[in-house]
């Protein structure tokens, strides 16, 4: 059996969060990372162009030996995911599969909530695509979702400038506006995997009795439920504990911010799709 490593997707440098809190629960795998930091963001993007830009990436993974590909990305995950599952895998290799980041947080976003109000902070495309209401509405029909688009919270942490007093009106801004959507909500989603660098600010602006979730663990939790689930997939996947970076920018200004939100330097490859 031809084996090969765990592809994990993201439109720039939020999905190494999630990639982190994969190995930490999965230190064994082999790993192979692509950010399309070309084209990013992602966020801003029509339907049409992120599912072409999504597939296009999806079909590189396959080409490594990818037998399964996380899609660490809400916007791909929003906007491209579905299409890619139902159109494009049964011709592609129905072997093979392609999962998101939506899902596993709607699955269990309402047991962190007692007033069922539950607020989500993404990207502009993540919240026009209605994704997190429809998810958390199968699983939690009594649950009401309020959302938030962040335009510049990605730009932030991109930048670096995430900590920088200038942060501070951005985050203060699409909090309140959140907020004001209603005083009950007692949950808030970071349903962007950049989110998290911003924590601290947001815990901040935020009342203490305000949860806050965040992505990383839950998609590797469910991942590592998905792997036990499904041998035939796992056991498709190479453990020799190995990690590579692509991106389609340039690979030395990928390794430089990388570490932001890896935690460690890495060095990646440049990619041309």
Same mark, same amino acid.
């Given at each position: 059996?031809?084996?090969?490593?765990? +592809?994990?997707?993201?439109? +720039?440098?939020? =999905?190494?969060?999630?990639?982190?809190?994969?190995?930490?629960?999965?230190?064994?795998?082999?790993?192979?990372?692509?950010?399309?930091?070309?084209?990013?963001?992602?966020?801003?993007?029509?339907?049409?162009?992120?599912?072409?830009?999504?597939?296009?990436?999806?079909?590189?993974?396959?080409?490594? =030996?990818?037998?399964?590909?996380?899609?660490?990305?809400?916007?791909?995950?929003?906007?491209?995911?579905?299409?890619?599952?139902? %159109?494009?895998?049964?011709?592609?290799?129905?072997?093979?599969?392609?999962?998101?980041?939506?899902?596993?947080?709607?699955?269990?976003?309402?047991?962190?909530?007692?007033?069922?109000?539950?607020?989500?902070?993404?990207?502009? +495309?993540?919240?026009?695509?209605?994704?997190?209401?429809?998810?958390?509405?199968?699983?939690?029909?009594?649950?009401?979702?309020?959302?938030?688009?962040?335009?510049?919270?990605?730009?932030?942490?991109? !930048?670096?400038?995430?900590?920088?007093?200038?942060?501070?009106?951005?985050?203060?801004?699409? %909090?309140?506006?959140?907020?004001?959507?209603?005083?009950?909500?007692?949950?808030?989603?970071?349903?962007?995997?950049?989110?998290?660098?911003?924590?601290?600010?947001?815990?901040?602006?935020?009342?203490?009795?305000?949860?806050?979730?965040?992505? +990383?663990?839950?998609?590797?939790?469910? %991942?590592?439920?998905?792997?036990?689930?499904?041998?035939?997939?796992?056991?498709?996947? !190479?453990?020799?504990?190995?990690?590579?970076?692509?991106?389609?920018?340039?690979?030395?200004?990928? !390794?430089?911010?990388?570490?932001?939100?890896?935690?460690?330097?890495?060095?990646?490859?440049?990619?041309?799709?």
């Amino acid at each position: 059996m031809v084996k090969g490593p765990i +592809g994990v997707f993201d439109s +720039g440098y939020g =999905g190494l969060t999630v990639l982190r809190e994969i190995k930490s629960q999965l230190p064994g795998y082999d790993y192979v990372y692509l950010g399309d930091n070309a084209r990013a963001p992602y966020g801003s993007r029509s339907f049409e162009t992120i599912y072409q830009y999504t597939l296009q990436c999806v079909e590189w993974f396959f080409k490594q =030996g990818c037998p399964l590909v996380i899609l660490a990305c809400n916007t791909a995950s929003a906007k491209a995911l579905r299409s890619i599952q139902q %159109l494009n895998l049964p011709l592609i290799d129905p072997s093979k599969r392609v999962l998101g980041v939506i899902r596993p947080t709607s699955e269990i976003i309402g047991h962190y909530t007692y007033t069922n109000k539950v607020g989500v902070l993404g990207t502009a +495309g993540t919240v026009q695509s209605l994704s997190y209401p429809i998810e958390i509405e199968k699983f939690f029909p009594s649950v009401q979702v309020f959302q938030q688009a962040c335009p510049m919270w990605v730009p932030l942490v991109e !930048n670096n400038e995430y900590n920088s007093p200038g942060a501070d009106y951005f985050i203060k801004k699409y %909090l309140d506006q959140l907020l004001d959507q209603s005083n009950e909500i007692d949950t808030v989603l970071l349903a962007c995997t950049h989110y998290p660098l911003l924590i601290d600010k947001i815990r901040a602006y935020l009342r203490p009795a305000i949860s806050i979730v965040s992505q +990383g663990d839950i998609v590797a939790k469910s %991942l590592v439920d998905y792997l036990e689930r499904h041998p035939e997939i796992e056991s498709k996947c !190479n453990k020799q504990g190995n990690s590579v970076f692509f991106t389609t920018d340039s690979a030395d200004d990928f !390794n430089q911010k990388a570490t932001i939100f890896y935690g460690n330097s890495i060095q990646s490859e440049h990619l041309v799709l």
